[in-house]
């Protein structure tokens, strides 16, 4: 009976504690109400329109990009590459009078596969060119740090000895014509000795694609591998004899084996695209150099003026955009207009990003992500479908431009949208870059359209 009664007066004690309340609101009654911060959401119209990147060149260390579209929207796009040209062996050496006997170039379609417009374009058949460069790809020339190839940069005419038609498939073999076998021939050995002498003397070469008929609409875009080698058969006459033998040379596309890479350049139609104007229903982008979806960074001033105004008016007093706290702001871009294209979509980047316009000090026009990017809290830019939009968070950059003087907004604080790509050093440290070598088309809803971009921002009203 003891331990029983016990039992009960435990149980009582624990139910009766059971019932306290926590008041966590205790004391906020003695808190001035212009002394609580409230916070908002907000969402406005966001005008976007289309921009073509300034002098973009790509460089592409996955595949060599070559080919020829063109879209009814679009316009006509051609992609070219410029490539090295160099011995694949260490030492070369071409014997006495060398005389060609045939050359030849391979291209191999890259893993990554192609890219068309429709589906009637898959196999579509394209004329490929090789060109002798007039100039080198080099990193170190600045001609092609961010400035468009010219057509002054590369013979005119073709080295092929034929014209081959290429639809699309495993790998395609392009012979060379042997007037430009003999000037390989005739290199000097000490040019033959040393791949910067072998460089200046033989540029490299521009692999290009001749244009769709201009009622044709369609096209496709190749990615050639950079395993892809020239093979030069040739005859020589050995020291001591008097017979010729054959014998071949074999020569790359790419730097050397630790780094490959190539140069892409293209004439963009989309160009004609760029506009001011926000009001249509679509807004279209083009990979590489195409025409890329653009925010002027003085339409987000505007906005957060306007909620400056909106806050003065409530509260009575005189508020600016200073006196806005961000807590978020997001970037908004829907792709309702297309969503229920399936296949169409799946050819859509996985991930758009702000990125900025800069220059270096020799005024070289570059374009970089923004650091919010690597915020792994943040919505950083990827294709949501089941929402049909991409969203990216961009609290830091509209917070500099709510404490930036209107007058004070230059062109590198304006927003240009690329697809993203990411890169680790050996350390595990990731970068992000704005992807100027794979080639896609999309479209994004205009200001035009039921659903419109928007700006979406959390913040809080600071009274001085």
Not at 95 to 108: D, H, K, M, T, W
Not at 144 to 151: A, R
Not at 232 to 247: C, F, V
Not at 435 to 454: D, F, M, S, V
Request: include cysteine; charged fraction near 20%.
């Amino acid at each position: 009976m003891i331990k029983k009664g016990i039992i009960l007066i435990s149980s009582a004690v624990m139910a009766a504690a059971s019932c306290i309340t926590n008041d966590r609101t205790m004391g906020s009654s003695f808190i001035p109400e212009d002394q609580i911060m409230k916070v908002k959401t907000a969402s406005f119209d966001l005008p976007v329109s289309m921009a073509a990147p300034d002098s973009l060149t790509s460089l592409n260390t996955s595949y060599v990009t070559v080919g020829s579209i063109n879209h009814e929207v679009l316009g006509k796009t051609n992609i070219g590459s410029a490539v090295f040209f160099l011995p694949v062996a260490d030492s070369l050496e071409f014997g006495n009078s060398p005389e060609p006997v045939r050359f030849y170039i391979e291209l191999e379609k890259s893993s990554s596969g192609n890219i068309w417009i429709n589906d009637n374009s898959e196999f579509i058949p394209q004329n490929i060119y090789i060109h002798k460069m007039k100039k080198t790809i080099l990193d170190e020339d600045k001609l092609y740090y961010n400035v468009s190839l010219k057509p002054e940069d590369y013979e005119e005419t073709s080295i092929n000895a034929s014209s081959p038609v290429y639809f699309g498939g495993d790998s395609l073999r392009i012979n060379l014509s042997l007037d430009y076998a003999r000037e390989i021939l005739a290199t000097p050995q000490k040019e033959l000795d040393s791949l910067p002498l072998f460089v200046k003397r033989h540029k490299g070469l521009y692999i290009s694609a001749a244009d769709l008929p201009q009622n044709l609409y369609g096209g496709r875009i190749n990615n050639f591998a950079f395993s892809s080698t020239a093979y030069l058969k040739y005859s020589y006459i050995p020291e001591g004899k008097t017979e010729r033998r054959d014998t071949m040379a074999s020569f790359r596309i790419y730097g050397n084996v630790s780094s490959a890479y190539c140069r892409t350049f293209g004439n963009y139609g989309s160009h004609a695209l760029a506009s001011s104007s926000t009001n249509s229903e679509n807004i279209y982008a083009e990979g590489i150099s195409g025409i890329k979806p653009y925010i002027q960074a003085s339409e987000i001033k505007k906005i957060l003026t306007k909620i400056a105004e909106k806050e003065s008016e409530e509260t009575g007093k005189q508020l600016t955009e200073k006196n806005i706290l961000i807590a978020r702001a997001s970037i908004i871009l829907p792709i309702d207009n297309v969503i229920d294209d399936y296949e169409f979509v799946n050819t859509y980047p996985t991930q758009l990003f702000p990125c900025y316009k800069g220059r270096t000090t020799t005024d070289s026009v570059y374009y970089s992500v923004y650091p919010e990017i690597s915020n792994t809290s943040a919505e950083t830019g990827s294709l949501n479908r089941s929402l049909a939009h991409y969203k990216c968070d961009m609290t830091y950059h509209v917070s500099d431009l709510k404490n930036k003087d209107a007058e004070k907004i230059t062109d590198s604080d304006n927003i240009w949208l690329f697809p993203i790509y990411t890169a680790q050093d050996i350390y595990g440290n990731t970068s992000y870059y704005p992807n100027t070598y794979t080639y896609y088309y999309q479209i994004l809803n205009g200001n035009g359209a039921e659903r419109k971009p928007e700006l979406k921002i959390v913040y809080a009203v600071i009274e001085e």
